[in-house]
């Protein structure tokens, strides 16, 4: 099992210019989240879903749209990038939702994509 | 919204010594997950705690959920060159339900 992977790892893009980032896990997991990390501020939900079909609103949305056609892929895009928006992006996917129990809410991510833009 | 405070933000210690890693909230948790994130890859779940009070251990590593549920630490014995890495704890719970809040997180490094 590959787990969860993201492509591309790395992007250079200039201000005004849109991607999308991809995300496929292989664990069958309902849940599936969309992170940013910059440094000394750890990681902010910036969408995430709960089945195929759905998303919803984390932290820090503005500027993203998000996509889950599939119930293993979930896109994140940038439609028109700024500056503020380099970080580091992690995809995570999660059996289910974290909670008062001790099983399956492990969150499992993907190893990230670092994103500059110019 | 809720937040959790990590402390210290930076550790620079010696193979051997001992160290204490603090995640501190005002807001109560109904579990709580330490992480732990190697340069270029993604953070991998160590453990999670549930009960207020709760005390896990992980060979050298021992995982402190406070009795109110609005604190955690993480204790390192005898540290290892390869305990080096970024230690983030998260919360679940409150108003943040089924989702992870993050703390900034504690990046330790271990001389040899």
């Known amino acids: 099992n590959a787990g969860v992977t993201q492509t591309p790892k790395f992007r250079v893009l200039k201000t005004g210019q849109s991607m999308t980032l991809l995300c496929a896990q292989d664990m069958n997991h309902e849940y599936m989240y969309w992170y940013r990390q910059d440094p000394g501020m750890g990681l902010r939900l910036i969408h995430y879903s709960v089945g195929e079909g759905t998303t919803a609103k984390g932290e820090v949305p503005d500027g993203y749209n998000v996509s889950r056609l599939k119930k293993q892929n979930f896109l994140l895009g940038l439609e028109s990038a700024a500056p503020s928006q380099t970080s580091v992006y992690f995809c995570?996917?999660?059996?289910?939702?974290?909670?008062?129990?001790?099983?399956?809410?492990?969150?499992?991510f993907g190893p990230g994509t670092r994103l500059t833009v110019l | 919204t809720q937040l959790l405070e990590q402390s210290p933000q930076f550790l620079s210690i010696q193979e051997g010594e001992n160290l204490t890693v603090y995640c501190n909230s005002s807001?109560?948790?109904?579990?709580l997950q330490w992480y732990r994130q190697e340069p270029g890859e993604g953070p991998v779940l160590l453990v999670t705690v549930v009960t207020g009070g709760e005390v896990k251990k992980l060979k050298r590593l021992t995982f402190q959920f406070g009795d109110a549920r609005k604190d955690s630490s993480l204790h390192i014995t005898a540290a290892q060159t390869g305990d080096t890495g970024l230690y983030l704890c998260a919360g679940a719970g409150g108003t943040s339900y089924g989702k992870l809040t993050f703390g900034q997180g504690t990046i330790l490094t271990v001389h040899p």
């Open positions: 995570a996917s999660s059996y289910g939702l974290a909670g008062p129990w001790l099983s399956n809410n492990e969150q499992f």
């Open positions: 807001s109560v948790f109904s579990s």
